[in-house]
């Protein structure tokens, strides 16, 4: 049966790094052909469109593209809880997801909500990490307790989702995490 994960949380907590390690182990596993990449498919889909217009058209593709790779492993970097909780945060509006969850359900998708301690000076050392690493981000950067209440968001979201959910304390980096993970999933 092929994985259909989606990784959720606020910025800064880590979802990148250990995408990066689940994607290893599967996509490894999984490959065909040793020419390319095939054993698993990883979407980033933070691309600055969810808390605007754009987010739900964009989720509706997404979900779309699943359908279409069904029977091959697939990871999604944010998707449609990343919309609910920038919308709300962003624009003060309350998205309706319940049918793309169905879809996603439908799909045997599992979503891993990646979390942090809610401590200012991990958190401000995160966004200097991030600055060092992607300097435009400076344009968008918030403050330690922005990103505190960002993850506060995704935790009530999660608790309303239909789908099988896992969370994973990400306050240290790097860490095994993906281990859990990969027994969750049925890997290990």
């Given at each position: 049966?092929p994985?259909?994960?989606?990784?959720e949380?606020a910025?800064l907590?880590?979802?990148?790094?250990?995408?990066?390690?689940?994607?290893?182990?599967?996509e490894r596993?999984?490959?065909?052909?040793k020419?390319?990449?095939?054993?698993?498919?990883?979407f980033?889909?933070d691309?600055?469109?969810?808390?605007?217009?754009?987010?739900?058209?964009?989720?509706q593709?997404?979900?779309?593209?699943?359908?279409?790779?069904?029977n091959?492993?697939v990871i999604?970097e944010?998707l449609?809880?990343?919309?609910?909780?920038?919308?709300?945060?962003?624009?003060?509006?309350?998205?309706?997801?319940?049918?793309?969850?169905?879809?996603?359900?439908?799909?045997?998708?599992?979503?891993?909500?990646?979390t942090?301690?809610?401590?200012?000076?991990?958190?401000s050392?995160?966004i200097?990490?991030?600055?060092?690493?992607?300097?435009?981000f400076?344009r968008?950067?918030?403050?330690?307790?922005?990103?505190?209440?960002?993850q506060?968001?995704?935790?009530?979201?999660?608790?309303?989702t239909?789908l099988?959910?896992?969370?994973?304390d990400?306050?240290?980096?790097?860490?095994?995490?993906?281990?859990?993970?990969?027994?969750w999933?049925?890997?290990?």
């Amino acid at each position: 049966m092929p994985h259909h994960l989606i990784f959720e949380g606020a910025e800064l907590t880590g979802k990148s790094w250990i995408i990066a390690q689940i994607y290893d182990f599967i996509e490894r596993k999984y490959n065909q052909d040793k020419k390319t990449l095939n054993g698993c498919h990883w979407f980033n889909c933070d691309n600055n469109i969810f808390g605007t217009e754009h987010g739900n058209p964009c989720i509706q593709k997404y979900i779309e593209i699943l359908r279409i790779l069904n029977n091959k492993n697939v990871i999604f970097e944010k998707l449609h809880l990343s919309d609910m909780v920038y919308n709300k945060i962003f624009r003060n509006v309350e998205i309706d997801y319940r049918r793309e969850e169905k879809k996603l359900f439908e799909l045997e998708t599992k979503i891993i909500l990646c979390t942090i301690k809610e401590d200012i000076s991990l958190i401000s050392k995160r966004i200097q990490e991030r600055l060092k690493s992607i300097p435009h981000f400076r344009r968008v950067m918030q403050s330690p307790e922005w990103y505190i209440n960002q993850q506060r968001e995704y935790l009530k979201e999660i608790k309303k989702t239909k789908l099988p959910y896992l969370i994973v304390d990400m306050t240290e980096i790097p860490n095994k995490k993906h281990l859990n993970i990969l027994k969750w999933i049925g890997e290990k």
